[in-house]
């Protein structure tokens, strides 16, 4: 099976920054698309920025401009630089990936998720 695992939530004043950090570990044998989720209380899970292994990236127009997603192939880890934040951006911020575990499943896999809150 395949974990993830983030880190870098927290509460952080508007116009602020966080960096949000996923990795992946366990049995893997690829990794193909990585990706974060946002979840606000009461609202559906929305994507907020993908990634390819190639790093084509693909973004929210929500996040666009503020937001930088990232990832290090070798260390099986996916980043989130968030800039300028708004409290519409508080949320719990969720890790994504689509991945072939050593067991041959290719599905997707999430993380456990981050909170992150952005005070007004």
């Known amino acids: 099976q395949v974990q993830l695992v983030e880190s870098g939530g927290g509460l952080v004043q508007a116009g602020g920054s966080l960096r949000l950090s996923c990795a992946a570990s366990?049995?893997?044998?690829?990794?193909?698309?990585m990706g974060w989720y946002r979840q606000a209380p009461g609202k559906q899970r929305d994507l907020v920025a993908i990634?390819?292994?190639?790093?084509?990236?693909n973004y929210a127009d929500s996040v666009k401009g503020r937001f930088t997603i990232s990832r290090d192939n070798a260390k099986n880890t996916v980043y989130l630089q968030m800039n300028s934040l708004k409290p519409e951006d508080t949320a719990v911020y969720y890790c994504?990936?689509?991945?072939?575990?050593?067991?041959?499943?290719?599905?997707?896999?999430w993380g456990q998720g981050t909170q992150v809150t952005v005070s007004s």
């Open positions: 994504n990936a689509d991945a072939l575990s050593g067991e041959g499943l290719y599905r997707h896999y």
């Open positions: 990634i390819t292994t190639s790093g084509t990236t």
């Open positions: 366990g049995s893997i044998f690829s990794i193909n698309r």
